[in-house]
């Protein structure tokens, strides 16, 4: 009757703990994410008079099609964030996000230290400063993202002393458009080896340029826009060699 007792009493330990690990540690794990989740949506409702974010989840792809919507709506994270003149406090909420894949700052004024923990960021692969001062500090931070493939400096002061110290960086996408950087400057950087897609301005009305890019084997599409709504009247000489997938 002892031994009886004692089986009885190991099947009930061992039936609570498969029990546990079916359906404790799942919950737990779901609790866990649907508590990251909540903060999610709250900071990105928070923000919504400053910007937008764009939210999404990430699923193994072979079970993505196979999990129902509004079970992904308790994994959902920012991803992606638009900001309109952010302060510091804000600016630095989003890029201390370790989900932040892509940060687009319209007018923003801070210091570098901002995008510090972009760094260590292993999904952050895109930035895009428009229309606001961008600093020596700024492009040292930037160019020590391992990860980074895009780089939108629009309507900045960004010059070629600045660009020059992205040349190691594996760019994929470049928009220098309204821009310091003239034509003549772009040379012949490491990027040239993988950017794709490139995007550059004319200078003023009435000055005559050139733009020379000999050996840039993954450029698909070249952008050369007038900087005002008046044509620029000046000759714009260009040198376009060994382009293979320039269509």
């Not at 993505?64 to 909420?93: E, W």
């Not at 606001?132 to 895009?150: A, C, G």
């Not at 928009?175 to 400057?185: G, K």
């Not at 200078?203 to 826009?225: C, H, I, N, R, Y």
Request: glycine residues 6%; contains cysteine; proline residues 6%.
């Amino acid at each position: 009757l002892v031994a009886a007792g004692t089986d009885r009493r190991a099947r009930m330990i061992l039936d609570a703990g498969v029990a546990f690990i079916l359906i404790g540690i799942p919950g737990a794990i779901f609790a866990c994410e649907y508590a990251e989740t909540r903060d999610h949506r709250a900071i990105a409702k928070s923000l919504q008079r400053v910007g937008s974010a764009y939210l999404s989840c990430w699923l193994p792809e072979p079970i993505a099609d196979h999990v129902p919507s509004g079970v992904k709506r308790q994994f959902v994270r920012i991803r992606k964030m638009h900001l309109l003149n952010p302060s510091p406090t804000v600016a630095g909420v989003v890029t201390d996000l370790p989900t932040l894949v892509s940060y687009h700052d319209f007018g923003g004024s801070y210091d570098s230290t901002v995008f510090e923990t972009l760094i260590d960021n292993p999904h952050f692969c895109a930035i895009q400063l428009s229309r606001r001062e961008i600093t020596d500090e700024d492009v040292e931070v930037i160019s020590q993202m391992p990860w980074l493939v895009q780089f939108f400096a629009v309507g900045t002061n960004l010059d070629e002393s600045k660009l020059r110290k992205l040349d190691d960086v594996p760019l994929e996408h470049v928009d220098l458009s309204y821009t310091d950087v003239a034509l003549e400057e772009i040379g012949k950087p490491s990027w040239s080896e993988t950017v794709q897609i490139l995007r550059l301005s004319r200078p003023a009305d009435g000055v005559a340029s050139s733009l020379t890019l000999e050996g840039w084997p993954e450029l698909k599409e070249l952008k050369v826009q007038r900087n005002s709504g008046r044509l620029n009247d000046a000759v714009l000489s260009l040198r376009l060699c060994d382009l293979p997938m320039l269509a």
